[in-house]
């Protein structure tokens, strides 16, 4: 009897060393996983199907783009992550948030009639066409430069649909600020400083595109330089090259 009890003994030891060694393993799998920013691909998706987009059957169709969006300026990291389960094409991302918000932009620009009633009209379709044209064009001229001399295991990022949608998104924000301060420009000297929670996103999203955590400073850099930049020099030269009185 006491070999039976020793014996039932030790196969519950076992069991229960098995089990603990099991659940450790499952949590530093977490762990690395939360870690590295990475999510799981799952089983019956490769990854340039995550990629791409072609082959996500998870990727919801009625998600709507402006509450990506707003997930991703609210909480950054899990913004981040659900916009690239999601993984919606980047025309659909335009369509259903870039775009209405740039049109925002434009139309904010008349907000100054309520400041100052006697603003000619013609200065303010000006800047409302300047600022449209600027971010519009500035989406498409980023995508372009960071396609042309960033190193090629970088390039790669920017031509998948999570790439794309990573740029709109930093620059939807941009264009919130310029609305913001075209509502309300009394708090312009405080509001200016808003495009540093932009940095902010994208130095936290810089790794979900998976470039390889020796190219995040170079990506982190890059981006932030020009989804800033690249809109504000194209309005500096579109108002040097359109007179405000036409």
Known sequence: MTCCYLQERTEFINFAFHFIMANNKDID???TEEKEGFYVIPDDETEDQAYSGSGNPKSPEGVNPF???LKVLFNPVNGWKGLKRANPA???MAQGCYYPVLAVLALSCFAMLFYVSST???SLLVEALISF???FLGYFTVIMLLKSFLPADCRRCFDAPFGRNFVMVA???LAMVR???GLVPFFQPVLVFLPLYTIFMIVKGVRFLRCGSNRETLLMVSVS???IGVPWLMQWIFVMMIPRNL
């Open 90 to 92: 980047p025309e659909r």
């Open 171 to 173: 620059m939807t924000s």
């Open 225 to 227: 330089l020009l989804t």
């Open 120 to 122: 000619p009209l013609q």
């Open 179 to 181: 609305i913001l301060i």
């Open 29 to 31: 799998a977490r762990d």
């Open 133 to 135: 044209i600027s971010y």
């Open 67 to 69: 509450i990506l969006f």
